[in-house]
Nanobody, 119 residues
Framework: QVQLVESGGGLVQPGGSLRLSCVAS????????MSWYRQAPGKERELVAV????????NYADSVKGRFTISKDNAKNTVYLQMNSLKPEDTAVYYC????????????WGQGTQVTVSS
């Protein structure tokens, strides 16, 4: 059974930092493209950052470039999202996503972790 479990969310002041973690179980982690998405109240879910399987290439939404960094540790089956210089508009529920490299039909989501940026 595939399971993605996020952690690390919370309340932080503008300009602060948080690091989100997503631990994957039930998968061969290195065969999955890992991504972070977020969904703010009243808005659609949007892609924040993605990291590819083997080479670990990364890509980011324009709104977070230069502030957020996605990384992964294949040995720990974990993907991270380091978020710096946080802004109130970063407030959202952040979700971890895993897509199998050989079939996009194998697509899994975590339960989400709340990030609130407020003074």
């Amino acid at each position: 059974q595939v399971q993605l479990v996020e952690s690390g969310g919370g309340l932080v002041q503008p300009g602060g930092s948080l690091r989100l973690s997503c631990v994957a179980s039930g998968v061969t982690f290195s065969n999955y493209r890992m991504s972070w998405y977020r969904q703010a109240p009243g808005k659609e879910r949007e892609l924040v950052a993605v990291i590819t399987t083997a080479a670990g290439f990364t890509n980011y939404a324009d709104s977070v470039k230069g502030r957020f960094t996605i990384s992964k540790d294949n040995a720990k089956n974990t993907v991270y999202l380091q978020m710096n210089s946080l802004k109130p508009e970063d407030t959202a529920v952040y979700y971890c996503n895993a897509v199998f490299r050989f079939s996009s039909n194998l697509n899994y989501w975590g339960q989400g972790t709340q990030v609130t940026v407020s003074s």
